[in-house]
């Protein structure tokens, strides 16, 4: 079952979309990337601790996620234009189980709201089901990031469980919701086609 076959397929050099492709990530994309990860509200919705990680932070993260070869991760280019406004990511890929972690950011504000992270989201499910022959892609998200889930729930992940009040933000406490989406699911509804 599953995972790495050969490289190009295992991580193409482009994964085209209608609006945005998901390109292998460059050694400048840091640049952007340290940007992105010092904003306080990408780390609100991101992380669990509510300050930006630091520049060293970013810089390692960047180096071991990003370039490295444990994590599978694509930069999110606009189509018509090739800016760079995201990251995504495969981690935890394990080929024994058929099974990953995903992961999205969208670095960019403006960019939020548009369509283009749910896209990304369905380009990496095809890539996940049909060339990494994976069984089952699975992710976490906070409960007060209504945007997040509802981006997840249209490309088919279903809620499986949460974490109860396991962050607090804002005066209170929220769940963190796990969520998951099957092979037979994605295939149900229509798979690549949308
Ligand atoms: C979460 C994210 C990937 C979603 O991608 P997106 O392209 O912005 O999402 P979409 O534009 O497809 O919107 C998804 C849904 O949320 C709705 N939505 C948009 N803005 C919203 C908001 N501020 N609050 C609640 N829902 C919102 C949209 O209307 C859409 O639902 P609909 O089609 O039923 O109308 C992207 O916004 C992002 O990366 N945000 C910052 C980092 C982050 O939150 N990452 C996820 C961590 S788990």
């Not at 840091?30 to 970013?58: H, K, M, N």
């Not at 060339?131 to 007060?144: C, I, Y």
């Not at 809620?159 to 209170?172: L, S």
Request: with cysteine.
């Amino acid at each position: 079952m599953a995972a790495a076959p050969e490289r190009e397929s295992f991580r193409p050099e482009t994964i085209p979309g209608r609006h945005v492709v998901l390109r292998r990530h460059r050694a400048e994309n840091l640049r952007t990337f340290l940007r992105w990860y010092q904003d306080p509200e990408v780390a609100g919705l991101t992380r669990y601790q509510q300050s930006p990680l630091t520049q060293e932070e970013i810089q390692r993260f960047f180096y071991s996620r990003i370039m490295g070869s444990d994590f599978l991760s694509m930069a999110i280019h606009l189509r018509d234009t090739d800016r760079l406004i995201g990251t995504c990511a495969f981690s935890q890929l394990d080929g024994d189980n058929g099974s990953t972690l995903y992961h999205i950011t969208i670095g960019e504000h403006d960019a939020w709201g548009k369509g283009y992270g749910t896209e990304s989201t369905q380009l990496m499910l095809r890539h996940a089901f049909t060339n990494l022959a994976l069984h089952r892609v699975a992710l976490t998200v906070f409960e007060f990031n209504t945007r997040a889930i509802r981006s997840y729930e249209k490309c088919g992940f279903v809620v499986e469980g949460r974490a109860r009040q396991a962050i607090f933000r804002d005066g209170r406490f929220w769940d963190e919701i796990h969520m998951s989406i099957l092979l037979d699911e994605w295939e149900a509804r229509g798979g690549g086609e949308f």
